[in-house]
Each structure stands twice: as C-alpha cells, then as structure tokens.
C-alpha cells in the first residue's frame, strides 16, 4: 500500500494527543476516587461504572479517527489488469494415460497445480474457463474472473477413457463465444473492438492423440473461422506407462499432433516433460497477456472502516450508558 498524501499523515498527532488526554483524565480520577478512605460512602456519590467499557469505547472511537486520517492520506495499491478484457479457456486432457507417473505423482496431479498456478499469474480481470476431456469433452467451469471457482473446477478433473481433443477445441471455442457475448452485452463498448484481434484464448494440454469425436483438422477449421488460435502443449515424456487390468502400457506423447493444431490455427506450441517445464509454460502464457499497472484507491476501505468503528462505539454508548459518547 502506498499513501499519495503522505502528509496529512500528521493529522494523526491529533488523534496521538486526544489517547494521551483521555489517560492522563482516567489517571486524574484513579487519583480522586482514593481520596476516599470510606468505600461505602464512594459508591454513594459515584454510580457504580464499568471501566472497561469505557475503554472500549475509547479505543473504538480512537481507531475511527485514525482510520479517516489514512483515508485522507490517499492509500492505494498497485494493480496489474489486462489492457483489453481478455478470456482464456484451458483444456486439459483427463484421458486415462494421463494417470502416468513419469511426471511425478503422476501427470494429471502436475497438471492441477501448473494449471491453479496459472488462474493466479493472469490479471485479475482475465476471465479463465475449464474445459476437461477424456472419452467426451466437458465445460467443468465458464470463463469467470471468479478464481476459487476456476480452481475448484480444476480440482474436480477426474480421469476417463478415450481422448477427444477436437470435441475439447470445439467446446473451448463455443464457450469463448459465449463469454464474448455476455461481455458485449453488458458493455457494449466491448463490440467495437478490431476484429483483426483474436476472439480469445484457447490452450489446450494433452499427452495423447484424438481417439473418439470429432477429427482435429475440423475441430481447427472451426476455431480459425472463430478468429480463435490454439496453444497447444505436448505434456510428458516417451517413457510414461499406465497399468490397465494388470496391463503395462505405453503412453508417449504425440508431439506432431499437438504442434499441427498450433501451426494451423496461428497458435503456439509447447512442450513440457517435467512439472517445473509445465510450471514455466503457462508462466509464459499467462505473461503474453498485455497489462497494464494501475493504482487502485483504497480510502473508501478505511472510510468504511471509520465509519463502522464510529457505528460500534455508539450503539455500545447506548446500550451500556444510554447515551452517545
């Protein structure tokens, strides 16, 4: 947090000699009550008090004031956001191969962390959408800027049989679709953007081949109408196995596939074999987006806190004395 007034910071001087004034008063009547020396004749002419309330009241009253002095001092924060509203789908592959443990614990359990490391790189006005595959393609989470629900989606993946990238492509591009209507909608300031630009991002991570639905060149020629071009990564190495009813087999990545669906539709293509390689690559993605640092003010914050502070010590004015301070 940064103050763009520091200044008026010492307005807090006052707020320092209104603390000392109040003990200095309750230190003055500690000293007046001993005078004293018959107890039964004090709680005749003073009426029994609870110090501690008063205290609280204090305090709250202090905090108030120092609370609107820093929310007179400007406070802001430092913010990264995209300089246009931008979507990102992830498609990740859930197939079965993607059990295998050359990539430790195993593919797909390097594959959630990589991918929630990701939803918190992006700005945070990048709305993030998960689509998993396996057998049939699954929109587990449309593009939100809502992280926890991104990320819970992304927890939920589990594994299936088959593996359906062009299903996956097709519903990554229907949804961005989706999301960029919503957002002309509601601003319609969004429909004049260039239509050169790219209808949003679509990266899809997989290990394998397509095996069932749709074919990958026509899931692509659908993407590239859509102005939507795909990053794909090769996830895993040669040497990754699965076990199926007591069965080892082999499942290598297909590089050549995965590069294809990038080269055709003016997307990028990555490799990872290991987690850190993953980690650095939707690092990589997750960095092209073009952002731009803003400030943003924090004083209606500790306005309200102020505000709240002040509400607390005089509804405990009222109930416990009742009057207001």
Same mark, same amino acid.
């Given at each position: ?11 807090? *001087? ?87 443990? #050359?990539?430790?614990?195993?593919? *797909? ?7 929630? #490391? ?76 260039d239509e050169s630009e790219p209808a949003g991002? *679509? ?17 692509v020629g659908a993407a590239v109408e859509a ?32 590069? #294809?669906?990038a080269t055709t539709s003016d997307g990028i ?30 004083? *209606? ?25």
């Open positions: 947090m940064t103050l763009l007034s520091p200044e008026r910071l010492f307005l807090l *001087l006052v707020v320092l000699v209104i603390a000392i004034a109040y003990v200095l008063l309750r230190l003055r009547s500690s000293r007046y009550a001993l005078r004293f020396t018959n107890l039964e004749l004090l709680r005749s002419v003073a009426p029994k008090t609870a110090g501690w309330r008063r205290h609280v009241l204090a305090a709250f009253t202090l905090l108030a004031m120092t609370a609107l002095v820093v929310a007179l001092a400007q406070p802001t924060r430092t913010r990264e956001r995209a300089i246009e509203q931008s979507t990102v789908v992830l498609a990740i592959d859930t197939s079965l191969s993607m059990q295998a443990e #050359d990539v430790s614990p195993s593919r *797909l359990d390097v594959a959630r962390e990589a991918a929630k #490391d990701f939803v918190d790189v992006v700005p945070e006005n990048v709305r993030v959408g998960i689509v998993g595959f396996d057998g049939t393609a699954r929109l587990e989470s449309p593009p939100t800027d809502d992280r926890a629900q991104t990320k819970d989606a992304i927890d939920a993946l589990q594994l299936g049989p088959g593996t359906a990238i062009g299903d996956a492509i097709v519903l990554g591009v229907g949804a961005l679709a989706e999301a960029n209507a919503q957002l002309a909608s509601s601003d319609p300031s969004q429909g004049d953007e991002r *679509l990266v899809v991570m997989s290990d394998g081949e397509t095996t069932t639905g749709r074919e990958n060149d026509e899931a102005g939507v071009a795909i990053s794909t990564i090769a996830y895993g190495t040669d040497s990754g196995t699965v076990n199926v009813q007591g069965e080892t087999i082999p499942v290598p990545v297909n590089r050549d596939a995965l590069a #294809d669906i293509f990555y490799e990872a074999a290991t987690g850190a390689e993953l980690g650095e690559v939707f690092e990589n993605i997750g960095t092209a987006i073009e952002v731009e640092t803003e400030q943003q003010d924090l004083a *209606l914050w500790f306005v309200g806190l102020g505000m709240a502070l002040s509400v607390g010590a005089a509804l405990g004015s009222l109930a416990w004395f009742s009057r207001l301070p």
